[in-house]
């Protein structure tokens, strides 16, 4: 191979608990994935099959400070259950899709909510509006048995905005791989976030975030001015 003409770029990666660190391939997003969000934001949990979208794997940050983004005024906070994956594949089975998981962790899908409604109505792609720098916040990653049920929250400066319970998912987790794998081959290093409750709502620079899923490690970010 000829030699890089650039530095390559880092290597993005999650914080595990009990120590070592989830580099990031890919990172997949599903779209109201709960019944109540999706009828609030227009849709039909009953006949809508799932889709998809992506943020770039740098998106992905654990820290404790998070700045605004440029260019929005309505930036939002969606809570989500993420699964981390060992291993992928095309195609996969719903019943062996589980087996591919490293564990998971709680997330944010922070969205500029203004630009997703410009898009929205022109018809254009999501990008602006989901893959910016910093748009998805994670907590560290729990290896092992991925929850299926338990309580998922999200407060802002300690007022609860989001609370609901992953049995609430229209498509499980395992659907959700398998249905993910008819689209892209899927590897180890990839994170999938899998929906969020009703609630989403508007949050300024000076807030504090903090959201919890079931027993995972809770996450925890305020969102600092540029």
Known sequence: MSRYVIDPPP??????????????????????????????MGGDPDREAPFFFSKPRDAAVCADEI??????????????????LKSGGADIPVEQAMAHVYGAAVGVDLTRRDLQAQAKKAGRPWTTAKGFDGSA????????????????????????????????????????????SRLFRL?????????????????????????????LPPLAFTLSAR
Not at 11 to 40: L, Q, S, T
Not at 67 to 83: Q, S
Not at 147 to 165: I, K, N, W, Y
Request: charged letters at 25%.
């Open 137 to 180: 916040p994670m907590g560290p990653i729990r290896p092992g048995a991925v929850p299926e049920r338990g309580e998922v929250t999200l407060s802002v400066d300690g007022e609860t905005r989001q609370a609901g319970d992953l049995d609430q998912m229209v498509w499980r987790s395992g659907e959700i791989i398998a249905h993910l």
């Open 67 to 84: 700045p605004y983004p440029p260019a929005t005024r309505d930036l939002h906070h969606e809570v989500e259950l993420v699964l981390a």
């Open 11 to 40: 290597v993005v990666a999650i914080p595990v608990e009990g120590g070592g660190a989830f580099p990031v391939r890919r990172i997949y997003c599903v779209g109201r994935n709960y019944a109540d969000h999706a009828r609030e």
């Open 187 to 215: 590897e180890a290093g990839d994170l999938v976030f899998t929906g969020t409750p009703a609630g989403v709502g508007a949050v300024e620079a000076g807030q504090k975030i903090e959201a919890r899923i079931a027993d």
